[in-house]
């Protein structure tokens, strides 16, 4: 059986079509990214920006297409932060019900969480326990810590998921205006990340494992391991100690978007609010005192996939 995960996040639109092996790991047969800004302008307006919707509506009809030619028999569209916030989100799911046949979902924090923890752990192969995953988007940051099914004697179970209410494109908007950012602009934002670390009452000590998912840290990786055009191969998997998040997150803070584009693997859309997904980063990075964190290309989508592929929620393809 062939399935198909979409995510609509608040910077992204993803696709992801698996099969499920003999030993219990995804297959992936496509995976895609586009950007549609589809969060720009929410944290300020509470609603979405029609050109941003007709951004996501061509992606949607372009994975329809996708979807069918791959004969998938299951799919699922998860949505996220930004559509959480948004008054108009029923427009969106009008256009998404029309252009796909398939009724799109918000989903909790809370969940988004726990599919991230999921598609993370059958990902990285035997993490040692516990694990902690953060998954750094544009609108939110999903912590979750739990265990992985290393050994005989273990499961995979989450412990508890916190999500808080920051991301890289609601930071950047919200207060690093700059171009680069200001110091005051960045000691502003960093208070208000602690903050919400503060109130999140999660228990960031004894890490066994951190993991990263999400595109601002395999972006941060990529710009660790020097690369001048993004490969996914080399960075799913890969570390960085925590002197390089805070030498990358410096970086970034004390560059101009078009600076760091030229850099090679940051496309310009990411490039825009990278800056401020990597203080987020480098803040919990702070907390949790890992000597490094791991960056996993495996994520959320993984996870719905998963869920999909063992009986999970999941709808019928309509036949258009």
């Given at each position: 059986?062939?399935?198909?995960?979409?995510?609509?996040?608040?910077?992204?639109?993803?696709?992801?079509?698996?099969?499920?092996?003999?030993?219990?790991?995804?297959?992936?047969?496509?995976?895609?990214?586009?950007?549609?800004?589809?969060?720009?302008?929410?944290?300020?307006?509470?609603?979405?920006?029609?050109?941003?919707?007709?951004?996501?509506?061509?992606?949607?009809?372009?994975?329809?297409?996708?979807?069918?030619?791959?004969?998938?028999?299951?799919?699922?569209?998860?949505?996220?932060?930004?559509?959480?916030?948004?008054?108009?989100?029923?427009?969106?799911?009008?256009?998404?019900?029309?252009?796909?046949?398939?009724?799109?979902?918000?989903?909790?924090?809370?969940?988004?969480?726990?599919?991230?923890?999921?598609?993370?752990?059958?990902?990285?192969?035997?993490?040692?326990?516990?694990?902690?995953?953060?998954?750094?988007?544009?609108?939110?940051?999903?912590?979750?810590?739990?265990?992985?099914?290393?050994?005989?004697?273990?499961?995979?179970?989450?412990?508890?998921?916190?999500?808080?209410?920051?991301?890289?494109?609601?930071?950047?908007?919200?207060?690093?205006?700059?171009?680069?950012?200001?110091?005051?602009?960045?000691?502003?934002?960093?208070?208000?990340?602690?903050?919400?670390?503060?109130?999140?009452?999660?228990?960031?000590?004894?890490?066994?494992?951190?993991?990263?998912?999400?595109?601002?840290?395999?972006?941060?990786?990529?710009?660790?391991?020097?690369?001048?055009?993004?490969?996914?191969?080399?960075?799913?998997?890969a570390t960085m100690s925590a002197s390089a998040v805070h030498g990358v997150t410096g970086g970034l803070l004390t560059s101009t978007v078009a600076e760091v584009t030229s850099w090679g693997p940051v496309q310009p859309q990411r490039a825009e609010v990278l800056c401020a997904g990597a203080l987020i980063v480098d803040e919990v990075v702070r907390r949790v005192g890992s000597a490094e964190i791991i960056a996993s290309e495996a994520d959320v989508l993984d996870g719905v996939a998963l869920g999909?592929?063992?009986?999970?929620?999941?709808?019928?393809?309509?036949?258009?």
């Amino acid at each position: 059986m062939r399935v198909a995960a979409i995510d609509c996040g608040t910077n992204t639109l993803r696709l992801f079509i698996a099969a499920l092996d003999a030993d219990g790991s995804l297959r992936e047969l496509d995976r895609r990214l586009t950007f549609v800004g589809l969060g720009e302008g929410v944290d300020a307006t509470g609603c979405f920006a029609p050109d941003a919707l007709a951004r996501a509506f061509r992606a949607c009809e372009q994975y329809s297409e996708i979807i069918a030619d791959l004969d998938c028999t299951r799919t699922r569209f998860v949505a996220t932060s930004a559509t959480r916030d948004a008054s108009n989100r029923e427009e969106l799911f009008a256009g998404v019900r029309e252009r796909m046949g398939i009724e799109p979902e918000v989903i909790s924090g809370v969940e988004e969480s726990e599919l991230s923890f999921a598609g993370a752990v059958n990902g990285i192969r035997c993490p040692d326990n516990p694990v902690l995953v953060m998954d750094s988007g544009g609108g939110s940051t999903e912590l979750v810590r739990g265990t992985a099914a290393c050994r005989p004697d273990t499961v995979t179970a989450v412990e508890r998921g916190v999500s808080l209410d920051i991301g890289s494109r609601r930071l950047r908007e919200r207060i690093l205006h700059g171009d680069p950012p200001t110091a005051d602009e960045i000691g502003e934002a960093r208070g208000l990340v602690r903050r919400e670390l503060d109130d999140a009452a999660l228990d960031l000590s004894g890490i066994g494992s951190f993991i990263g998912v999400a595109g601002t840290v395999t972006s941060m990786t990529a710009l660790a391991l020097r690369l001048r055009r993004y490969d996914r191969a080399r960075v799913h998997g890969a570390t960085m100690s925590a002197s390089a998040v805070h030498g990358v997150t410096g970086g970034l803070l004390t560059s101009t978007v078009a600076e760091v584009t030229s850099w090679g693997p940051v496309q310009p859309q990411r490039a825009e609010v990278l800056c401020a997904g990597a203080l987020i980063v480098d803040e919990v990075v702070r907390r949790v005192g890992s000597a490094e964190i791991i960056a996993s290309e495996a994520d959320v989508l993984d996870g719905v996939a998963l869920g999909l592929l063992s009986d999970g929620p999941d709808q019928e393809l309509r036949s258009r």
